[in-house]
């Protein structure tokens, strides 16, 4: 099963909303990342959290993680048309030297 | 633009054919990594190569194998191609001193049609 799990799937939000998406994973990781996704390209590295950091801010993007809750967000402030995209997160499990993505999380914003 | 390359863009072929993608990292980059994307699937890590060798190994099947030559470019076979095996693939490549700890560049992905 995917270790990284979003919710939720789907989110259709007006220009200038702020978009908040959600991860879960089941076991200890060593670190969390969000991507992007444009219809069907190649996916764009966002923001990596480490598994002792609880909170990182990108631009207009905020990623926290509750290691305790084995979540994280990501929140997109203020957003833009062109912030319409799969956003993804994956995550590094300790031990195990690869990356799991999650299924995706289809956001689109109207202008 | 990641500065990743793929080639080919697209690829149309028969079921028991084999095919060769390949890649090319950025500039300074020794870290190479292979990933299918379908729709039953989702994005599957299937191996790594640094700096000529292989690092480490995710889902990628017995009929699929990757190498990496010494100008860091990497090729990715598909062989005994089945309908399953239909599906974007993508290369991604980093610094390679950090692993997975690292921003991987992604490219603009391999679309695989098998009929």
Known sequence: ?111 | DSGVTQTPKHLITATGQRVTLRCSPRSGDLSVYWYQQSLDQGLQFLIQYYNGEERAKGNILERFSAQQFPDLHSELNLSSLELGDSALYFCASSVGTQGFQETQYFGPGTRLLVL
């Open chain 1, 1 to 111: 099963s995917q270790q990284g799990e979003e919710d939720p799937q789907a989110l259709s939000i007006q220009e200038g909303e702020n978009a908040t998406m959600n991860c879960s994973y089941k076991t200890s990781i060593n670190n969390l990342q969000w991507y992007r996704q444009n219809s069907g390209r190649g996916l764009v590295h966002l923001i990596l959290i480490r598994s002792n950091e609880r909170e990182k801010h990108s631009g207009r993007l905020r990623v926290t993680l509750d290691t305790s809750k084995k979540s994280s967000s990501l929140l997109i402030t203020a957003s833009r048309a062109a912030d319409t995209a799969s956003y993804f997160c994956a995550t590094v499990l300790y031990g195990n030297n690869r990356l799991a993505f999650g299924k995706g999380n289809q956001v689109v914003v109207i202008p």
